[in-house]
């Protein structure tokens, strides 16, 4: 999962800002730090609908500063800001891939939507039509039960 070092600082008139260093546009502001770490990630989501609508690379995440805490987008999401960064890398219209992967151009637009639902295999299918290979690991929480 890719996971984006956010601040948040108070605000002078009270309650939270909420800002990522490498995703500009992800700003929001919560009354409390609890809210802001619950909205934090609805923002950092909602900032990727600009890159996806502009055909725009999504830039890498930087290690957490000092202050900052990391903020992990869904897998669905980091799958698809994936993707979208292979597309542009390779200069691929929605057109070369639906070729490529063997389907309609509507579906590749469907693919590369962040609020439709995509089944994995159909991203590892998108992912290999560009040369790439879509691989997934478990790792243990550090603070799960057993």
């Known amino acids: 999962m890719l996971k984006f070092a956010a601040r948040f600082e108070p605000a002078p008139e009270g309650g939270f800002v909420i800002s990522f260093r490498d995703i500009p546009e992800a700003l929001s502001q919560a009354e409390t ?8 990630r609805d923002a950092l989501i909602t900032a990727m609908d600009f890159y ?19 903020v992990a987008l ?6 698809k800001v994936e993707l979208l ?33 995509t089944k994995i295999d159909t991203l590892a299918s998108a992912f290999r039509a560009l040369g790439y290979e879509l691989e997934l690991s478990v790792t243990r929480n550090v603070g799960a039960v057993a």
């Open 33 to 40: 730090l609890e809210e802001a770490r619950d909205v934090a």
């Open 52 to 70: 996806f609508e502009d055909r725009r690379e999504v830039p890498a995440p930087s290690k957490a500063k000092r202050g900052e805490e990391l």
């Open 74 to 79: 869904p897998p669905s999401v980091s799958a």
């Open 85 to 117: 960064n292979r597309v542009v890398q390779t200069n691929a219209r929605p057109i070369d891939l639906a070729r490529r992967m063997g389907i309609k151009s509507q579906e590749v637009t469907r693919i590369l939507d962040l609020h439709h639902a």
